[in-house]
């Protein structure tokens, strides 16, 4: 166990629909960062919260949002999907606003749209 | 940009052969670099560091040389293990700007060790 908490594990939804993929970081960590890992595109940040505020932004796109909230979990809200959404969605904590020290990744949530 | 570039794989060796997996990078300033390993339906796991030139991360048997003047980041075991079969990848984070606090990462390099 990493100690970062993602759920659900697996998820299957319609093209159109919205879902939620939530993620409590390791104890300690004030940085949450959410990353998609598809077979086409690897592994994409996508976008980096500090504390509850938005540090980086990556290659996330519209559709997509995320925020953290004050007792440091995280959601990420993917909205109108596509079939090209399937993807394993991993996040990761870090103690400080950078990986420095490197990330501690969770398990992921994987995403099939049909 | 920054980028990362593993070498092709899958790559496939006999237990207790050596491994070498190539990586290099591009990336301004001075980025920390890192190898993740990732098993079958697990998250990454960080297995090595490294945060400044020359500079030798190592762990379980493992060992990478941060090595600026090649812009490479090589990761080496002596005897491989079957249990050593996973997914690796290099990355590296920014040293500031709009880079800071993104990992950028390789392709990955499939590691298979037969018996």
């Known amino acids: 166990d990493s100690g970062v908490t993602q759920t659900p594990k697996h998820l299957i939804t319609a093209t159109g629909q919205r879902v939620t993929l939530r993620c409590s970081p390791r104890?300690?960590?004030?940085?949450v960062y959410w990353y998609q890992q598809s077979l086409d595109q690897g592994l994409q940040f996508l976008i980096q919260?500090?504390?509850?505020?938005?540090?980086a932004k990556g290659n996330i796109l519209e559709r997509f949002s995320a925020q953290q909230f004050p007792d440091l979990h995280s959601e990420l809200n993917l909205s109108s999907l596509e079939l090209g959404d399937s993807a394993l969605y991993f996040c990761?904590?870090?103690?400080?606003?950078?990986?420095?020290?490197?990330?501690?990744f969770g398990s992921g949530t994987r995403l099939t749209v049909v | 940009g920054d980028s990362v570039t593993q070498m092709e794989g899958p790559v496939t060796l006999s237990e207790e052969a050596f491994l070498t997996i190539n990586c290099t990078y591009t990336?301004?300033?001075?980025?920390?670099l890192f190898w993740y390993v990732q098993y079958p339906g697990e998250g990454l796991q960080l297995l090595l560091k490294?945060?400044?030139?020359?500079d030798k991360g190592s762990n379980k048997g493992f060992e990478a040389t941060y090595r600026k003047e090649t812009t490479s980041f090589h990761l080496e075991k002596g005897s491989v293990q079957v249990s050593d079969s996973a997914v690796y990848f290099c990355?590296?984070?920014?040293?500031?700007?709009?880079?800071?606090?993104?990992?950028?990462f390789g392709q990955g390099t499939i590691l298979t060790v037969h018996p």
């Open positions: 990761a904590s870090s103690v400080g606003q950078g990986p420095y020290y490197g990330y501690t």
């Open positions: 104890s300690g960590d004030l940085s």
């Open positions: 919260y500090y504390n509850g505020e938005e540090r």
């Open positions: 990336a301004t300033g001075y980025p920390s």
């Open positions: 490294a945060t400044k030139a020359d």
């Open positions: 990355a590296l984070t920014g040293a500031g700007g709009t880079s800071y606090g993104k990992l950028t």
